[in-house]
């Protein structure tokens, strides 16, 4: 079966910097992605890893290590609101297309004064 | 670009009746279409996959008759919840992509069976 484990709660301050790691077992893999999440939000696109290393987009960094089945996504500079979930999800080579993403259950990050 | 839009954002209904769900891919054709669950402080669960023009792949445990999808268009699909009963309460999203990995994900629906 597919699972993604990553920590369901984290709480940091503003200003810190916070890592959010996240381990997969699925039977398929092409890239693991990181999204956020606001309350009654849709989920929106942060950052992609289809190859082993770190992928830095501003403030966040994605790393992945694929001989490990594992990633984290790194946010600097923490700012209130960056207080949301933040899911991984592994692009599923199975499936119709190719293109499914299977979600972990998601970290609620708290960022605290 | 790259937006999607869902239609509506919140719907109440009774008990036994059927509630249509839009998701428009607003600036882009959309190769295909995702359609998710969401329970409250859970993760996405994917309900179905839709291509244009041809029937929806349902992951297992989904009733297809239940949700009836329908991916008329390259920038329209619709999710039919059919027969509504409370335990159909959810957040249900859709996402689209195009040509490329990234999925765009349109604003959620919120549906209350009462």
């Known amino acids: 079966g597919q699972s993604l484990e990553q920590p369901s709660e984290v709480t940091a301050v503003e200003g810190a910097i916070v890592q959010i790691n996240c381990t997969y077992q699925?039977?398929?893999?092409?890239?693991l992605s990181w999204y956020q999440q606001h309350d009654g939000g849709a989920p929106t696109f942060l950052s992609y890893?289809?190859?082993?290393g770190l992928e830095e987009t501003g403030r966040f960094s994605s790393f992945l290590s694929r001989s490990d089945s594992y990633g984290y996504l790194l946010l600097q500079e923490l700012q209130m609101k960056d207080s949301a979930s933040y899911f991984c999800a592994v692009r599923d080579p199975s499936g119709a297309g190719s293109y499914q993403l299977t979600f972990g259950k998601g970290t609620k990050l708290s960022v605290i004064p | 670009g790259a937006v999607v839009s869902q239609h509506p954002s919140r719907v109440i209904c009774k008990s036994g009746t059927s509630v249509k769900i839009e998701c428009r891919s607003l600036?882009?054709?959309?190769?295909?279409m995702f359609w998710y669950r969401q329970f409250p402080k859970k993760s996405l669960m994917l309900m179905a996959t839709?291509?244009?023009?041809?029937?929806?792949?349902?992951e297992q445990g989904v009733e297809k008759d239940k949700f009836l999808i329908n991916h008329a268009s390259l920038t329209l699909s619709t999710l039919t919840v059919t027969s509504a009963h409370p335990e159909d309460s959810s957040f249900y999203i859709c996402?689209?992509?195009?040509?490329?990995?990234?999925?765009?994900f349109g604003p959620g629906t919120r549906l209350t069976v009462t």
């Open positions: 839709s291509n244009e023009g041809s029937k929806a792949t349902y």
């Open positions: 996402s689209a992509r195009t040509t490329g990995y990234e999925q765009y």
């Open positions: 699925t039977s398929g893999f092409y890239g």
């Open positions: 890893n289809a190859l082993d």
């Open positions: 600036d882009f054709q959309a190769t295909t």
